[in-house]
């Protein structure tokens, strides 16, 4: 729509503290229908009539502002009375506050000193047919709200006994209207509610509250408490080896609430920031604390789950539910890599390796949608893509496998869905991304002289370093020809002409295995295989399985090698070794956190080490989604349940489990575009009994025997 309203904002500076805009307006007539249109730099919260408007957290979200800024449509026929009075408070949210938290950059300074301010319209129509808009201008005023400060990383202050009394005319401001974009992504909701498992006092002393599962969003507390009385809470992860409250790993973030209490019985929580947490410290809390004052609120986007895994093994169970609680977390209108520390940025490596099976786990076509879009805005001219997006590490180098999110999720978001529209949408952007290799790399047909983060936190890694073992340009390389080959696939689905990448792909490939006959690290078997880049796809993964019985039937992958691993050892036989690296719980391993009380996926396989001391304060999130990866190898290996990429979207399936000696049984379905399709196996008497459910044409594979079926419900004998 074309907005005719001004930008507004407060006529003066007010530090930390939020501002509240307020505009009144009567309504003589009767009214047939009533809509808010809103958005902000910055987030905001409306409420009509001492009603709060519609149940957006953290509105208008987060996207690359400078070129995108979403604005809200809320219906608020309902709220409408003859006196009427709107009321916007606004805080820093993702667009002014101190991000990312461990550098101070021109580009991050320039972010804080933007104004925040608000853009707005009522339209009414009333029943005789005459209409009427309210714009956001001068006439509005504004004040202080009883929101003291909010920023990301460091909470939320507010005091319930301010009173906004004084009252200023607004000012308006020039800033781009030409950006604004209807709601595209998902709104972001409060969605499950937490009770609190206990409120106990560690052996230091403190008062901390557990709520027994790690979420991101926010405490809502009551309380019965005099006028003045404060409460101050802080958030942490985990506890430590003594059982006292930890939360260095937050580094610079503070994630601190600071409440001073009105007179009596009230409820709050905060509404213009998120945490990331399991725990409170309560270090200011007026009366004797009980479990029934907290409820955990989880924030994250819209996302409707699709999927479900169960097994016989309770372990296992409590690793899926880690995985789709990570996900929950850190799909909170951007993939972030973790919820809680000064970071909480979109980074681009960790979505790429996790969009199948965050497509799996929940329905996020428009989640991802949104976000591609927001990485080809961002994308720089030259075709690089910056580590995160929204891109807040303005200047740092494209990484291989972080950058191919160009590539690889808009082609997953097609395979999942069908819709080749995400493949229209973003083929420029995926090519600028080829071309940009294409055009920067010291050998041609390879991709040599970048900088790359190579395979992040793999086990090979030399002493102090994040890196693993693998050859940086190896990787590199490897990502170079699967991105060629994916825009090739992409090209050919909505009818572009991909011939010179076709005839780079091939080049790219030859070059490859004339420069790396020989591979020194798992991760680089893995990749030679799992890219089509190895002489001996079969030999290459023999090898595999052979240095991993060599290292003791551990993984030493590391971001790049571990989310295809399992599938390249039962692509090529060796299925009974990927669930001993499934269900092996001694460290590494995935098991091996759950062990340690995990309720959600580590940034580290050994977060919290053998002997009780954690990893690290630097970098030690204890909600890291991207090892979660593994769920897509238990939907589509150890189920069964495959896409046929010549039927994107799940319009005929192919359906092949393969059962593991270590489970006794094993289900999981996916609600896809066409309907639910389940597979369960089950070792009984002797025999594997299989359970396929169907409402597609499928392709069932039985062990060796394969079976055509259409739509229906089957069970096989193997």
């Known amino acids: 729509m074309e907005f005719q309203a001004k930008w507004i904002r407060t006529s003066e500076e007010t530090g930390g503290v939020c ?19 809103l ?104 004040g202080e709200s009883r929101v003291r400060f909010s920023e990301i990383y460091d909470g939320e202050f507010c005091d319930a006994t301010f009173v906004t009394k004084e009252w200023n005319t607004v000012k308006e401001f020039a800033w781009s209207k030409e950006i604004l974009i209807p709601q595209e992504g998902e709104e972001i909701r409060e969605q499950e509610v937490v009770a609190a498992k206990s409120v106990f006092r560690t052996p230091a002393g403190e008062l901390v509250v557990d ?98 895994i169960r097994t016989s093994d309770l372990a296992l169970n409590q690793l899926i539910s880690n995985i789709f609680w990570g996900q929950r ?16 940025l979109g980074w681009t490596g960790d979505a790429q390796v996790f969009t199948k099976t965050a497509s799996y786990n929940f329905d996020v076509e428009r989640f991802f949608t949104k976000w591609l879009h927001d990485l080809a805005a961002d994308q720089m001219e030259d ?70 983060f190579g395979d992040w936190l793999g086990l090979d890694a030399l002493q102090g370093s994040y890196k693993g073992s693998s050859r940086e340009e190896f ?18 689905v909505i009818g572009e002409d991909v011939a010179a990448y076709e005839k780079l792909h091939e080049k790219i490939v030859e070059t490859f295995r004339n420069t790396y006959p020989e591979y020194r690290t798992q991760t680089e078997h893995i990749l030679a295989v799992q890219f089509g880049l190895a002489e001996d796809c079969q030999k290459t993964a023999d090898a595999l399985a052979q240095m991993i019985k060599k290292d003791g039937c551990q993984m030493r992958t590391g971001f790049v090698g571990t989310p295809y691993i399992l599938h390249v050892l039962s692509d090529y036989g060796h299925t009974d070794l990927a669930y001993t690296l499934l269900c092996r719980k001694e460290y590494p391993s995935w098991l091996y956190a759950v062990g340690k009380g995990a309720t959600t996926i580590w940034e580290h396989w050994d977060g919290i ?19 979660g990866s593994v769920a897509d190898w238990i939907y589509e290996q150890a189920a069964g349940i495959q896409t046929v990429e010549e039927h994107p979207g799940f319009e005929v399936a192919r359906i092949q489990p393969k059962p593991g000696n270590q489970l006794k049984w094993l289900g999981a379905s996916i609600e896809t575009r066409h309907g ?33 079926v259409g739509p229906g419900s089957y069970i096989f004998w193997e």
């Open 475 to 492: 990787i590199a390389s490897a990502f170079y020809a699967h991105s060629t080959e994916l825009v090739i696939k992409a090209g050919r």
């Open 39 to 142: 958005t902000a730099l910055g987030v905001y919260e409306a409420h009509l009539n001492g009603k709060r408007v519609g149940n957006y957290v953290l509105a208008p979200g987060w996207t690359a502002y400078d070129k995108r800024l979403q604005y809200q449509e809320y219906d608020i026929t309902d709220l409408v009375v003859e006196e009427n009075e709107l009321i916007v408070t606004l805080g820093k949210g993702w667009f002014r506050s101190p991000m990312p938290g461990w550098q101070d950059t021109p580009d991050k300074l320039q972010r804080m000193g933007r104004p925040g301010g608000i853009l707005g319209e009522v339209h009414i129509v009333y029943m005789d047919g005459s209409e009427e808009v309210i714009v956001t201008d001068q006439s509005w005023t504004w």
């Open 211 to 308: 709520f027994g599962q790690e979420i991101t969003g926010y405490v809502e507390f009551t309380v019965d408490a005099h006028a003045g009385d404060r409460i101050h809470i802080l958030h942490g992860e985990v506890l430590d080896a003594e059982g006292n409250f930890y939360n260095a790993n937050y580094r610079s973030a503070k994630a601190e609430i600071n409440y001073i209490c009105s007179e009596g019985t009230q409820t709050w929580h905060p509404a213009l920031t998120f945490f990331g947490f399991r725990y409170l410290l309560l270090d200011e809390f007026p009366g004797e604390a009980t479990p029934e004052q907290f409820r955990g609120i989880a924030v994250y986007s819209n996302i409707r789950k699709t999927g479900e």
């Open 383 to 452: 075709g690089a893509v910056g580590h995160v997006v929204p891109d807040y590490l303005v200047g740092g180098n494209a990484s291989a496998a972080w950058a191919d999110a160009a590539t690889i999720c808009p082609w997953q978001i097609y395979q999942t869905y069908g819709n080749s529209q995400i493949l229209k949408d973003q083929f420029n952007s995926m090519k600028k991304w080829v071309d940009y290799v294409t055009n920067h790399t010291t050998t041609p047909n390879l991709w040599t002289g970048g900088e790359h």
């Open 609 to 627: 080490m053998e002997n009780g001391e954690f990893w690290s304060t630097d970098m030690n999130s204890f909600n890291h989604y991207a090892y």
């Open 19 to 37: 501002p509240v805009f307020r505009k009144g307006w009567k309504t003589e007539k009767e009214v047939e229908r009533a809509t808010l249109y």
């Open 676 to 708: 639910k399709i389940s597979s369960r196996w089950t070792h009984t008497d002797g025999a594997i009994r299989y359970e396929i459910v169907t409402p597609v044409p499928a392709q069932i594979v039985i062990g060796k025997k394969e079976y055509a």
């Open 329 to 344: 977390d850190n799909f909170l209108d951007v993939p972030t890599d973790c919820p809680q520390r000064d970071e909480r």
